[in-house]
């Protein structure tokens, strides 16, 4: 059913999808199969061409027009792009493939002999799309063995709906306001630039965490639990903190998969710095084939660096609010590079934002976005903390069945606003799909 799922978007890249489950069952199988039998060196071969194979088709996919495109004009030549369409989802099912095929390499655990079971495993149709990444080590006992309850729908149900809500309601209705900012010339006003960022801000999380949401909640109706993907992370007092809380399964699979084979924060000052710019690079080029992607990581990168070994203890002991501010400016600077199109957009851009360009700090245009958003944005603002969900919560769960009455009602009214907005809205896909 996930690949009837899969091929209803992507018909043609069915193939690859088959091939990358069938390639690395056998593979898996292999290199398990040469563990056994005592046999390292052809274990290692087989681990290698898998991690080649699997790299090389991603990078194929991905990367091959951003390589031709700098190829041409470093030397100078005129080598043919092809436009190649990116397979859905793959930057997420081969980091989910390449986790299992290590875990089974390193002895973490035992290699799966049922292919369908495997199968479901890469092609699971909730998280397939845009995650959260799921390693094979959280699910593997829940393949052949999970609880599907009436309160675990529920529940899903629950998760489901408030993912619904935060793409359908906060996230497209906000991406308008960005749309519109950032479609004119950079010589805008300071402010209508802020509030244009702001925007793209509060979109990308409600988007993005609304998918994650979706996912969990329809793999709960199923039995399965998958890993919560976001946590709050614009409520963080530091960089760090920030991406503790944000894309947690992307953070989770960098971490155990190439910072801490690389010696992780156990190595000299040196290495440590090598360690963390390795998987910033990595992280921003992993989201796509750009050089604002590669630049906004590196950006986090040296963030990341300076609060360990430069500021870091300061910033601790500023006010709880000089905290929040410090890092809310920071991740908003870190959104507008993400964003961006190219450098030169990035750098008039940022040019507005900080009045360079000399435009002015306010104008009529400023005032026409306030007037008809600052409700929207203030929404935003306060969804993006716990306050809504930690008061309703208690409200719900008071004794008494019109407690439990108005959760109903409420989550009822919800779905069905999110359906109206659906019915009276264009084609609006989640901004993650694309990477």
Same mark, same amino acid.
């Given at each position: 059913?996930?690949?009837?799922?899969?091929?209803?978007?992507?018909?043609?890249?069915?193939?690859?999808?088959?091939?990358?489950?069938?390639?690395?069952?056998?593979?898996?199988?292999?290199?398990?199969?040469?563990?056994?039998?005592?046999?390292?060196?052809?274990?290692?071969?087989?681990?290698?061409?898998?991690?080649?194979?699997?790299?090389?088709?991603?990078?194929?996919?991905?990367?091959?027009?951003?390589?031709?495109?700098?190829?041409?004009?470093?030397?100078?030549?005129?080598?043919?792009?092809?436009?190649?369409?990116?397979?859905?989802?793959?930057?997420?099912?081969?980091?989910?493939?390449?986790?299992?095929?290590?875990?089974?390499?390193?002895?973490?655990?035992?290699?799966?002999?049922?292919?369908?079971?495997?199968?479901?495993?890469?092609?699971?149709?909730?998280?397939?799309?845009?995650?959260?990444?799921?390693?094979?080590?959280?699910?593997?006992?829940?393949?052949?063995?999970?609880?599907?309850?009436?309160?675990?729908?529920?529940?899903?149900?629950?998760?489901?709906?408030?993912?619904?809500?935060?793409?359908?309601?906060?996230?497209?209705?906000?991406?308008?306001?960005?749309?519109?900012?950032?479609?004119?010339?950079?010589?805008?006003?300071?402010?209508?630039?802020?509030?244009?960022?702001?925007?793209? *801000?509060?979109?990308?999380?409600?988007?993005?965490?609304?998918?994650?949401?979706?996912?969990?909640?329809?793999?709960?109706?199923?039995?399965?639990?998958?890993?919560?993907?976001?946590?709050?992370?614009?409520?963080?007092?530091?960089?760090?903190?920030?991406?503790?809380?944000?894309?947690?399964?992307?953070?989770?699979?960098?971490?155990?998969?190439?910072?801490?084979?690389?010696?992780?924060?156990?190595?000299?000052?040196?290495?440590?710095?090598?360690?963390?710019?390795?998987?910033?690079?990595?992280?921003?080029?992993?989201?796509?084939?750009?050089?604002?992607?590669?630049?906004?990581?590196?950006?986090?990168?040296?963030?990341?660096?300076?609060?360990?070994?430069?500021?870091?203890?300061?910033?601790?002991?500023?006010?709880?609010?000089?905290?929040?501010?410090?890092?809310?400016?920071?991740?908003?600077?870190?959104?507008?590079?993400?964003?961006? *199109?190219?450098?030169?957009?990035?750098?008039?851009?940022?040019?507005?934002?900080?009045?360079?360009?000399?435009?002015?700090?306010?104008?009529?245009?400023?005032?026409?976005?306030?007037?008809?958003?600052?409700?929207?944005?203030?929404?935003?603002?306060?969804?993006?903390?716990?306050?809504?969900?930690?008061?309703?919560?208690?409200?719900?769960?008071?004794?008494?069945?019109?407690?439990?009455?108005?959760?109903?009602?409420?989550?009822?009214?919800?779905?069905?606003?999110?359906?109206?907005?659906?019915?009276?809205?264009?084609?609006?896909?989640?901004?993650?799909?694309?990477?």
């Amino acid at each position: 059913m996930s690949l009837i799922f899969y091929a209803w978007g992507e018909p043609v890249y069915i193939l690859l999808m088959i091939f990358s489950i069938v390639f690395n069952y056998l593979s898996a199988r292999s290199i398990a199969y040469y563990k056994e039998e005592n046999k390292k060196k052809l274990k290692i071969i087989a681990f290698i061409f898998n991690i080649i194979i699997n790299l090389g088709l991603l990078c194929f996919f991905k990367y091959y027009g951003f390589a031709v495109e700098n190829i041409n004009g470093l030397f100078h030549t005129s080598l043919p792009i092809r436009n190649i369409a990116l397979p859905i989802g793959i930057s997420f099912y081969t980091f989910q493939t390449l986790s299992y095929v290590i875990d089974v390499y390193k002895g973490n655990i035992p290699v799966q002999k049922n292919i369908i079971s495997f199968g479901a495993y890469i092609s699971m149709f909730p998280q397939l799309i845009a995650g959260p990444i799921v390693r094979y080590v959280d699910i593997e006992t829940q393949l052949n063995n999970r609880e599907i309850s009436l309160d675990k729908i529920s529940e899903g149900v629950v998760w489901f709906i408030i993912g619904m809500a935060k793409k359908v309601l906060l996230a497209n209705n906000v991406g308008m306001l960005f749309d519109t900012i950032f479609a004119t010339s950079p010589d805008r006003a300071v402010l209508s630039t802020w509030i244009g960022i702001i925007a793209y *801000t509060f979109q990308i999380y409600f988007d993005f965490s609304g998918y994650s949401d979706m996912a969990i909640g329809l793999g709960k109706m199923l039995g399965f639990e998958f890993v919560q993907n976001f946590d709050y992370p614009y409520i963080s007092r530091s960089a760090t903190e920030f991406w503790r809380r944000w894309h947690i399964s992307l953070g989770t699979w960098f971490r155990e998969y190439v910072y801490i084979p690389l010696g992780g924060n156990r190595v000299g000052p040196l290495k440590h710095i090598r360690n963390i710019m390795i998987v910033w690079l990595l992280t921003g080029f992993w989201h796509g084939a750009a050089w604002c992607f590669i630049l906004w990581g590196l950006y986090y990168g040296i963030l990341l660096l300076l609060e360990k070994y430069i500021w870091g203890k300061g910033l601790a002991k500023l006010p709880k609010f000089i905290q929040h501010l410090y890092t809310i400016i920071l991740f908003i600077i870190g959104w507008l590079i993400f964003t961006s *199109t190219d450098l030169s957009s990035l750098g008039g851009n940022f040019l507005s934002m900080f009045g360079f360009t000399g435009n002015a700090f306010i104008d009529a245009s400023t005032l026409f976005y306030l007037r008809n958003n600052i409700i929207l944005l203030v929404i935003c603002g306060i969804c993006s903390t716990p306050v809504v969900t930690k008061l309703f919560t208690k409200i719900v769960s008071k004794e008494g069945i019109g407690f439990q009455i108005i959760g109903v009602v409420v989550y009822a009214a919800i779905f069905i606003l999110s359906i109206a907005y659906l019915v009276n809205a264009t084609y609006n896909p989640f901004l993650y799909f694309r990477f």
